[in-house]
């Protein structure tokens, strides 16, 4: 399945117009709310005899596929702490928010009790 942000006019014209030529060209029918719609049509275009149908296909194909994100260059010759280091800085380190400020006023132990604060 693609993702939602896959999904836009283009693609919705491309899946109708080919779910058209397979109805059309081999009788079947496809259903645009299946959850396997999308690759069901796909391999019934790479089936096909018909160069349109098999060029619908592709577009299809490469309008849903998701594109890969490029792999980090690995730099050879390093020694495995260089490497673990490397792969720290590269990855985001979480921010931790820092605890509120406490008031002088309150000295006593702060419980809640069903939803009502109690000292």
Known sequence: MFTEAQFNRTTLECMTALRRRLKQE???TVRLSDVDAVEHMIRLSRDSRLGDI?????RLADMTTPEAE???EMQLGQGAIASRQRLL?????????????????????????RGQVVR
């Open 26 to 28: 081999l009788g079947v």
């Open 54 to 58: 098999r060029e619908l296909g592709l």
């Open 70 to 72: 490029p792999e980090p």
């Open 89 to 113: 800085q590269q990855t985001p380190t979480p921010a931790f928010e820092a605890p509120p400020p406490v008031r002088h006023n309150e000295s006593a132990p702060v419980r809640i009790y």
